[in-house]
T-cell receptor, first 112, second 116 residues
């Protein structure tokens, strides 16, 4: 059974610092891994999707890496801003290909 | 092209009542997924449906919960005789492809169910 873990559960940094969020999964048989952002009381915003054959994806200040063999992904957010404060979720699409397994999320606070 | 639409956004029910949550997938998507987010927890898969078929309901509680996706109209997640433990955010996602590496799911804004 696939399990996805995100560490740390919460993170507080001053504005301008780089953020490093970690995600690990137990079964490397995945199709892809996705990072989402969730604001309080809101839905999910997809940030980056990495296919299993890829090593990383970049979008603006965001960079996500994937090491499928070790079951790890890292989301880097450069030069953090208060507007980056949110919960970040990672999710893997299992080899059966029809459902996402989510981590518990990392709650990020960027202090001005 | 409108995104995945869920309604209502907020739903309040008393214990023992029924809750009906609706999800209209994106245009052209025939695959729908329901996920539940309990307070302070991550999202957990509940059920995957295609039009008129339940494909995978491995995450659905055995009792009181049912889901459908009729030929016409939205997908419905139905919870009978709600209890306080059903209070959660329920998210729907849709995809143009049901399985495989090109299965990219697009999420709705969710329905927040509160059981009094």
């Amino acid at each position: 059974k696939q399990e996805v873990t995100q560490i740390p559960a919460a993170l507080s940094v001053p504005e301008g610092e780089n953020l490093v969020l970690n995600c690990s999964f137990t079964d490397s048989a995945i199709y892809n891994l996705q990072w989402f952002r969730q604001d309080p009381g809101k839905g999910l915003t997809s940030l980056l999707l990495i296919q299993s054959s890829q090593r990383e994806q970049t979008s603006g200040r965001l960079n996500a890496s994937l090491d499928k063999s070790s079951g790890r992904s890292t989301l880097y957010i450069a030069a953090s801003q208060p507007g980056d404060s949110a919960t970040y979720l990672c999710a893997v699409l299992e080899a059966a290909g029809n459902k996402l397994t989510f981590g518990g999320g990392t709650r990020v606070l960027v202090k001005p | 092209n409108a995104g995945v639409m869920q309604n209502p956004r907020h739903l309040v029910r008393r214990r023992g009542q029924e809750a009906r949550l609706r999800c209209s997938p994106m245009k052209g998507h025939s695959h729908v997924y329901w996920y539940r987010q309990l307070p302070e927890e991550g999202l957990k898969f509940m059920v995957y449906l295609q039009k008129e078929n339940i494909i995978d309901e491995s995450g659905m509680p055995k009792e009181r919960f049912s889901a459908e996706f009729p030929k016409e109209g939205p997908s419905i997640l139905r919870i009978q005789q709600v209890v306080r433990g059903d209070s959660a955010a329920y998210f729907c996602a849709s995809s143009p492809i049901g399985t495989g590496p090109k299965n990219i799911q697009y999420f709705g804004a969710g329905t927040r169910l509160s059981v009094l």
